[in-house]
């Protein structure tokens, strides 16, 4: 529901970078310390129909491992 882009909202590549941004926010406060926006990717299909685009949005296969961790606090002194 947070997301940004919308079904139906013509596509902008300023709307998409900034949910890949809000994306990796998202993921940095679910403790993916190493994670950051360019190991994501968006793939636009515009074979779907006339003026329509389908948006896929997957994680790069050469994101590094210690990306794909999530970590947490364990004891505080």
Do not use: H, M, W
Not at 6 to 18: A, E, H, L, M, N
Not at 38 to 61: E, Q
Request: aromatic content about 14%; overall charge positive; glycine content about 4%.
């Amino acid at each position: 529901p947070e997301s940004l882009l919308k079904k139906g909202d013509p596509y902008r590549f300023t709307v998409i970078k900034t949910e890949l941004d809000r994306i990796n926010d998202a993921l940095k406060r679910q403790g993916y310390f190493y994670f950051q926006s360019d190991y994501l990717t968006v793939l636009a299909d515009s074979a779907v129909g006339t003026n329509r685009v389908r948006l896929y949005l997957a994680v790069k296969p050469e994101t590094p491992q210690a990306a794909r961790v999530p970590y947490y606090i364990r004891n505080v002194y």
